[in-house]
Each structure stands twice: as C-alpha cells, then as structure tokens.
C-alpha cells in the first residue's frame, strides 16, 4: 500500500534527518563548508570538542527522534489520544533517562524548562507557557501520520495535545501544524513537496493559532523562504535560509527553513536532507522536519538502503510504530 510505505518513509526521514544533521547542530554554515565543502557528504561523527553532540559517532540520532518516538508509542497506546499528564510523565522519565546517558544537553530550552517546572510541582497544562521554540514541531510527526488531512480540527486537537506540556505557545503551536498537515498530507496522497507546503500553509491560516505580530506569522514566512529558493542552486538556496530566514532552534525560523529546504530540492529526499543538515544552526531539526515531510510525499524507496539500516541499527522499532500509527488513521477515518 503506497500509503503506508509513505508513513513508514515520514517517520524514517525524520530520523535520517536528524542523524545527518547531528554533527553540524549549533556550528556555523561557514564552519559547516570549512570542514565538509557545501553539502555534508553523508553521516558524520561530531567533531571533537562539540557543544552539544561531543562523542555522538556517525548515524546518532537526537532528542529530534527519541521523543518523536516517545509521543509516537503515547498515541498508539491512547488510541489516538494525548493525556497532558502522561504526556509530561513520560518526557521527566525520558529526561532522567537521558541524564543517565549522561546526554542531558541535547534537551532543547523549552524542553528543559517545562520538565523542571513538572518536577517542581507545576501542572502540565501550564508548564510550557513562553515555550516558542521548535520542539512540538521537530517531533509532531507522529500526529501527522495518525491523523488525516484534510481533517484539520482534528489534527489541530491533536497537535494542541501534543503541544501544550512544553509549547504551549500560538506560534510554536503553528509551527507543528505546519509540519504535522505537510506529513498528513503526504500520505494522504497530495504527494508533491509543492502540494503538502501548500496543504502547510492553508491549515496555519484557517485552524492555526493567530500570530502576535507579522514576525511570528508561520504561514507568512514558509511562503516567503519557499517562493524565494525556488530555481536557485544549493548553494544559493543555503545561503538564503541561513542569512534571510534563519536556522535557530526558534519555531519562527527553523520551521520555515525546513519548508525552504524542500522547495530547493522538492524531489530527492535524501538530497533534502543533506542540504538541511548542512545549514548549521539546529541542523538536526530542521533537516528532521524537512526528512519527514519529503519521505511523506516520497516513500522509504527514496531514501539509500544504507541510510535506512543506519537508523534502523538503534532498535527504535520505526517500522512498527509506523505501521501502528497508520493503522490508528485507517480505523479513525
């Protein structure tokens, strides 16, 4: 079935993705290109010395993909629902088990506040008030799979419930819409890069969350880096999203760049994720979110054999919890 290799090749792109886009995560574009050329060869191990990934080999994937994981099993296991306090039971547990790897950098800000203020006694509902940056987006692809656009009040319930624990903010809570439509729609069969970005934008602007100015309009700035990188070379693309739109671990800039990074290479998956990963900032997320919103349009077939066992030798179980994610869209619709 076409649709479900396309949901088993969003939840493997994000993971390539992630993996690729590990060793760059933090760096400069200019330290990127020094030390690879324009375009990341493939899986690299983190330089030695690096902020957040030091001692990651080649292949690593992130918080990126454990707990796009983790929220994926939580739905699976709530019949398509999210619990708030299960939600946030589950990512203290992760958390402690994370800094028992003794990983506890890789949590992004939002994140690391939010499971603090849990531990201190605050209720989840509240925890993630002023969390703006891309956390619910880089792992709501889970929600993307299980739920079917054109359906967006569902998906948007769902990305709210995914959300709110850490991000509960209007323009982190769009940023994940954005991402969860493009995968939904994927799979749904609106197929084409330009179709799911359209499908991204249309479902920010009638079921999102209204901007606080023009600077967080989500749908806004994915049209702006999308129409703008459209025809150039790598190179020129990557040039523009880095000084133009931007590649921190802010929703209003990584979210929109992942968008950009598929209109420049709207029919390589692997090429995508690349060009994402070679971006620096937080390259690991943005070519997490670009990953699985092109292997949703695509399917695993376009991604290299090698990419797939590599993520595959972590034991995540991605086939599986794909396959239970898209048996949870065929029986709810």
Known sequence: MQALDRARGALYGLAIGDAL??????????EVVARWGSLLPGFEAAPPGHP???????????????????LGRLLVRGRGEIDPREWAAALVDWERDMTARGRRQLLGPSTKRAVAAVLSGTPPEEAGLGGDTNGAAMRVTPVGIAFAYPDVLSLTEHVRQASLVTHNTPVAMAGALAVATAVSAGIGGRHTVRDAIHAAMTSTLMQGWPPSSAHDDIPARIKR???????????????????????SLATIESVPAAFGVLSAVPDDPWRACLLAASLGGDSDTIAAM?????GACHGMSAFPGHAIATVDAHGLGLTELADALFALRSTMY
Not at 21 to 30: D, F, I, K, Q, V
């Open 21 to 30: 886009g590990m060793p760059a995560e933090m760096l400069s574009r200019a």
């Open 52 to 70: 957040i990934a030091d001692g990651l080999p080649a292949g690593s994937v992130t918080d990126d993909t454990e707990q796009a994981v983790l």
């Open 225 to 247: 880096a999308t129409k703008r990188v459209r025809g150039r070379t790598l190179e020129a693309a990557a040039d523009y999203l880095v000084t133009r739109i931007g590649t």
């Open 290 to 294: 670009a990953g699985a919103i092109a």
